[in-house]
């Protein structure tokens, strides 16, 4: 998962750089102290509230973690559209194609608009029921889990399908992001050599991949907060041991 956080932080940085800051409304200056940045310190935080609460802050805690990649994977879709229209005019390409082009560019930046206002819906509702404040973007990715943990007797069938359903997904989702990456790390490497490599849609593919992996995880790792939640056990506890 190191690479995965490693892109949770170039994303945070690389927004900073070309202003979108702004445009997403993440402010450092409305920023708490107290904002979590791992499910451990979430529940940890919520220790005042109900376990439906908290079971239902990580519900959104693990999408608004997908959604913040599903954005980067946006700013990369906008920045690929615009990049198409610019060589196409330098190209002295058909009016025709041009104006495809940038229709398709207006296209990507209406899905973006929504989806940044996603993740600011999910930012919000999560401050609310937590009581904390989720301003910034979020970096630490959670970790995925070394090994299937085994459901303690008396869990409820339901909860025992869904935890093996999970980490299937897990699986799946963890080798296509394992494959995406060793696809990307060449074609880096003939791109540094040949520059002929389109090596934008290698790093699109790879964010793909990534908020599958995301979404994957905090599957598996809610499960198992369900699960503690059912044996009365303390989901902080249970999840840090993941």
Known sequence: MNMLKSRFRTFATALAGIGLITALTFDAR??????????????????????????EALEI????HVSELAVQNMNERRTGAMFAVQRAKADNSPKGKISALEQKAQEVVAERTAKVEENQKLRKK??????????EP????????????????????????????????????????????????????????TRDVPIGD?????????????????????????????????LAEVLSAL
């Open 30 to 55: 409305d920023a708490h102290a107290d904002m979590a940045q791992t499910d451990v310190a979430l529940v940890q935080q919520m220790a005042e509230a109900s376990t439906d609460k908290q079971l």
């Open 61 to 64: 805690y693990y999408a608004l």
């Open 126 to 135: 999560l401050s609310e029921i937590s009581g904390l404040d989720f301003a």
């Open 138 to 193: 979020l970096v630490m990715a959670p970790d995925a889990p070394m090994d299937m943990p085994t459901a303690p007797a008396g869990v409820p069938a339901d909860l025992v399908a869904a935890q093996k359903d999970a980490w299937t997904a897990l699986l799946a989702a963890q080798n296509a992001w394992q494959e995406e990456r060793l696809t990307l790390l060449d074609a880096q490497q003939r791109y540094d050599e």
């Open 202 to 234: 290698h790093l699109r593919a790879m964010t793909l991949a990534e908020t599958a992996y995301a979404k994957a995880i905090g599957a598996c790792r809610l499960i198992e907060a369900k699960i503690a939640a059912a044996q009365g056990k303390s």
